[in-house]
C-alpha cells in the first residue's frame, strides 16, 4: 500500500520525525504541523487507496521527486495516520525487523544501571528507541507494555515470542500488556492489565530505585505502574532535602519525591494529593524505607485549595516539588495550560520561605522550556529572591530524536 505525502509532511519525514499525520497525505487537506492533534483524536481519512488499510498494515511513503521516502504501519483510527519505521530500502519491514530494533533497545541498557541499585527503568521508549508506539517498562521481573495507538495491536502476538526470549534472557519472567477497556467496564482508570507471558503478574510490587525502595501498583497504577521519568529527579530532591525543615509535595501521587525528601533529611514531608489510595502506597513505600510516616502529613486535597489555606494559616515551606498532570493534552489547550501553571506557581511561590527551593515540573509537550520558564518569572511569583538552578528533563533510557520535538516532553526547573 502506498501513501503519497504533502510536501510539508514530506519534510518531516526526511528530518526523521516518527509521525505522519492525516491532514499530511496527498488528497486529505492541508499538511498539519506535528502536534497540532491531540494523539488518539479522530480525524477524517483520506489518502486514496490507504483509506481502505487496516491498522498494522505495512504502508510505504512517497512524495513528488520522492518514489520511496520510507516504510511505516498504517492507524485506521487516529489522527496520527502513520508511523514511520524505516527510511531506507531495506528488504522488508516485517517481525524479524521489528524484533531486531528491540533487541537493540534492549542491548542499549544493558549495563547502565549496574552498580545503581536499580530494578525499575524503561527497556523500550517507542518512537526514541525508533520503534514507534511501542513502550516497555521494567520493574524487577516484570515488564509492562504500553501502546500508544492500535497499529502495533495485530503485531503484538507475533512478537511476544521474541520479547519473551530477549527479556528472559535479562531475568524478566512476566510480561503483561496495561491496554485500554471501555468505561462501561467499571475500571476507574480506564485501563487494565492483562497477563501475556510468564508468571502471574502480581497487583504490587517493590522496586529500586538508585537504592530505594518504591512500591509500583501495577494493576491501577498511571503508566506502565509508575512514573519513571522523573527517577533522577528524585535522586536530585534527595540531594536537595538535607537540613530541610519542612517540604511540601504537591500532586504526590504514591510519593517518590516525598519518600526522597525523607530520606534526604527532611524534618517533616507534606504529601498532598487528591487520591486517597495514593497515599496509602507512599506510607508502604516509607515503611519499606525504614521511614515512620506517622512523622509526616499525608492530605487528601485538591492542590490549589491547599495552597490558599496554607498561605491563609501562614504556613511556609523551604522545598517545594511542584509536579502537576499535563495541563495541556492537545496544542488548543497550551493557552489555558499556561493560565494554570502561573496560578498554580502564583500560589507555591506565596507558601516558599525565603531561601527555599522550588521544584517545579511539566509533562506537557506542547509546552515549550522557554513557555514553561515564563510561568516562573518574577512577576508570577511576584518575588525577585529565585534564580534557577538548574534544568532537568527525563533519563537516558527515556531517549528521543532531534527531529521529534514532542519526545522532550518533561521539564523539570529548580529555582533557588
Not at 236 to 247: D, E, M
Not at 270 to 284: E, G, K, Y
Not at 337 to 346: E, I, V
Request: aromatic share 6%; charged share 25%; proline share 5%.
Amino acid at each position: 500500500m502506498r501513501v503519497h505525502l504533502t510536501a510539508t509532511a514530506a519534510a518531516a519525514v526526511r528530518r526523521g520525525h516518527p509521525w505522519v499525520y492525516r491532514d499530511g497525505i496527498a488528497g486529505g487537506g492541508n499538511a498539519a504541523h506535528p502536534g497540532e492533534r491531540r494523539r488518539g483524536e479522530r480525524a477524517p481519512r483520506g489518502g486514496g487507496a490507504a483509506a481502505a488499510a487496516a491498522s498494522g498494515d505495512v504502508v510505504e511513503l512517497s512524495a513528488e521527486g520522492a518514489p520511496f521516502l520510507g516504510r511505516g504501519l498504517w492507524d485506521a483510527d487516529s489522527a496520527i495516520a502513520v508511523r514511520v519505521f524505516q527510511r531506507a530500502q531495506a528488504p522488508a519491514l516485517d517481525e524479524r525487523a521489528l524484533a531486531e530494533r528491540l533487541e537493540r533497545a534492549f542491548a542499549l541498557r544493558d549495563g547502565w544501571f549496574d552498580g545503581r541499585d536499580t530494578t525499575a527503568y524503561r527497556l523500550c521508549n517507542g518512537e526514541g528507541d525508533r520503534v514507534p508506539s511501542l513502550v516497555i517498562d521494567r520493574y524487577d521481573r516484570v515488564a509492562v507494555i504500553r501502546l500508544d495507538g492500535g497499529m502495533l495491536a495485530p503485531w503484538l502476538e507475533r512478537l511476544l515470542p521474541h520479547l519473551a526470549r530477549a527479556l528472559g534472557a535479562r531475568g524478566v519472567r512476566s510480561i503483561g500488556l496495561r491496554a485500554r477497556v471501555s468505561a462501561a467496564s467499571g475500571d476507574a482508570e480506564g485501563k487494565k492489565l492483562a497477563h501475556l507471558h510468564g508468571p502471574p503478574l502480581p497487583d504490587r510490587l517493590f522496586v529500586r530505585e538508585t537504592g530505594v525502595a518504591m512500591e509500583v501498583d501495577l494493576a491501577r497504577g498511571q503508566k506502565t505502574g509508575a512514573f519513571l521519568d522523573q527517577r533522577d529527579n528524585r535522586a536530585r530532591v534527595r540531594a536537595l532535602a538535607g537540613g530541610r525543615r519542612r517540604v511540601l509535595n504537591l500532586f504526590s501521587y504514591a510519593g517518590g519525591f516525598s519518600v526522597a525528601a525523607a530520606l534526604g533529611g527532611a524534618g517533616r514531608v507534606t504529601s498532598v494529593d487528591s487520591a486517597p489510595a495514593a497515599h496509602a502506597s507512599a506510607q508502604r513505600t516509607f515503611r519499606e524505607n525504614g521511614v515512620d510516616p506517622a512523622a509526616h502529613d499525608f492530605v487528601t486535597a485538591d492542590a490549589f485549595d491547599f495552597l490558599e489555606k496554607a498561605r491563609g494559616r501562614g504556613d511556609r515551606y523551604d522545598l517545594v516539588i511542584c509536579d502537576p498532570p499535563s495541563f495541556a493534552p492537545s496544542e488548543r489547550a497550551k493557552p489555558r495550560a499556561l493560565g494554570a501553571y502561573r496560578r498554580l506557581h502564583t500560589a507555591v511561590a506565596r507558601v516558599l520561605d525565603r531561601g527555599g527551593v522550588l521544584c517545579a515540573a511539566s509533562c506537557s509537550s506542547h509546552i515549550a522550556m522557554e513557555d514553561f520558564l515564563a510561568t516562573l518569572d518574577d512577576a508570577t511569583l511576584e518575588r525577585d529572591d529565585l534564580r534557577v538552578r538548574a534544568i532537568h528533563g527525563q533519563p537516558e533510557d527515556h531517549p528521543t530524536l532531534p527531529a521529534w520535538w514532542e519526545g522532550r516532553y518533561l521539564k523539570f526547573v529548580v529555582l533557588e
